[in-house]
């Protein structure tokens, strides 16, 4: 049959991936806890949770348990007309851990879909109520998935310039920090006395895809607080940050201030399967609820509330609240504070930042070409047996939960040579 690496090249196109430059796949074969398994047999830690989705390690016992007795009992059904319990039951639960003004769920299949709800809702909730509103606010630098309402809202060109004449109508807020933030909400306050804007799509606390980037919790708040003032819709970008990676169960538990809606996936199923969520208030929802059909959300995927997914989901709740994940949750905080301390005053560290489980560091070297930076650090870390998937010149850190301080070490001690070799 030949190698899988070289049976791939024949008809798979990979996500975010020129092929010409890079035309050999690494191959994985197994996965369990924080080590991926390739087709030669070398193993990796995995610093980033593949994606930020396996908080709870790999094929998990505990989720593989849960799901495999839910397929012998119902696999998929359509959730259009019905329903079954372990949506049902996925709904109960996400309430408990979600901020206390969230009431409904919308179930859909991943990130970019759950923003994509989120954006809709926006629009929509004010077209029910008569108010002519087509403007959105998103944040510069901003990443929210790669359907086309997501790719709007988004501010990143190099994933969406070819396609930005088709965009919804978006304009962009500062990040917050304790300088600009007067300048900023009174540049926002200015601005929304029109009466033409939406809603606030953001990620809070955390910029992903723009390399980590940390902002202002107080700053934030102040933002939220005046959107709210003017009746314009918060939609919390939570997909990356949910479910404990900040230290909380979502980054909108560090504000006071909570949105009117919340967009989640990745680790909410714990990378077993796909699926996705968008949670809401009861206000919202109720500017949909109307005896005219033309006022309803009618937005639908085939394998909406899969009960295979909700299953997976249920049993990454049940982890991420238990005692033990928690502690594990702080024992990696500590852990990457710890670090900072040896590792922020090298010379060849521009800054570095923390946000609950997610560590990053900018080097202090002149910036390259973004993909040759980045292979040239990814490289060295993959010899060394460690996953990691620098952002142009930014290493970053989001391992599971239950990595070992032995593998927490191994993936430290790799940042640290790369230092020496830059």
């Known amino acids: 049959m030949g190698k899988l690496s070289d049976r791939d090249k024949k008809h798979i196109w990979h996500p975010l991936t020129q092929h010409k430059l890079h035309p050999t796949m690494l191959a994985i074969i197994k996965a369990k806890g924080c080590i991926l398994t390739d087709e030669e047999g070398k193993e990796y830690i995995d610093g980033i949770s593949s994606w930020y989705t396996s908080a709870y390690g790999h094929c998990n016992d505990f989720i593989i348990e849960r799901v495999y007795a839910q397929m012998q009992q119902l696999d998929q059904v359509v959730f259009s007309g019905f329903t079954h319990e372990p949506a049902i039951k996925l709904s109960e639960e996400l309430i408990k851990i979600l901020p206390p ?17 989120g954006i809709k809702m926006a629009l929509q909730y004010h077209f029910n109520k008569g108010d002519k509103r087509t403007v959105l606010l998103a944040f510069e630098n901003a990443f929210h998935g790669d359907t086309f309402g997501a790719m709007s809202v988004s501010g990143l060109s190099v994933y969406n310039g070819p396609f930005a004449d088709f965009f919804i109508a978006v304009e962009r807020v500062a990040t917050p920090t304790k300088e600009n933030i007067s300048e900023v909400l009174e540049k926002l306050e200015k601005r929304l006395q029109k009466n033409d804007i939406a809603g606030f799509i953001y990620e809070p606390l955390i910029q992903g895809a723009a390399a980590m980037q940390m902002h202002d919790p107080e700053g934030l708040e102040k933002i939220i607080t005046l959107l709210k003032k003017y009746g314009v819709i918060t939609v919390a ?19 006071a201030v909570k949105p009117d809606v919340i967009c989640m996936s990745k680790a909410l199923t714990a990378g077993m399967v796909p699926m996705a969520a968008t949670s ?40 991420l609240t238990s005692n033990e994940m928690q502690e594990n949750i702080q024992r990696v905080i500590a852990a990457h504070k710890n670090f900072d301390l040896e590792i922020k005053s090298h010379p060849k560290v521009a ?72």
């Not at 970008?237 to 504000?255: I, R």
């Not at 005896?291 to 509330?305: E, N, P, R, V």
């Open 101 to 117: 003004n969230q009431e409904k769920i919308f179930f859909s299949d991943n990130g970019s879909t759950a923003t994509e709800i």
């Open 237 to 255: 970008d939570e997909v990356m940050t949910g479910f404990g990676k900040t230290g909380k169960y979502f980054a909108s538990d560090h504000l």
């Open 280 to 319: 809401c208030t009861q206000q919202v929802y109720d500017a949909f609820y109307s005896a005219d059909m033309s006022k309803g959300l009618f937005h639908g995927h085939t394998y909406t509330a899969n009960p295979l997914a909700c299953a997976a989901a249920l049993a990454g709740i049940a982890l």
């Open 351 to 422: 800054r570095t930042r923390q946000t609950g489980t997610i560590y990053a560091l900018d080097l202090a070297i002149e910036m390259e070409r973004y993909g040759d930076l980045r292979d040239k650090l990814m490289n060295h870390f993959m010899s060394q047996g460690v996953f990691l998937r620098p952002l142009g010149s930014t290493i970053y850190i989001s391992a599971p939960y239950v990595i070992t301080d032995e593998q927490l070490r191994k993936i430290y001690d790799s940042i640290k040579a790369v230092l020496e070799l830059i």
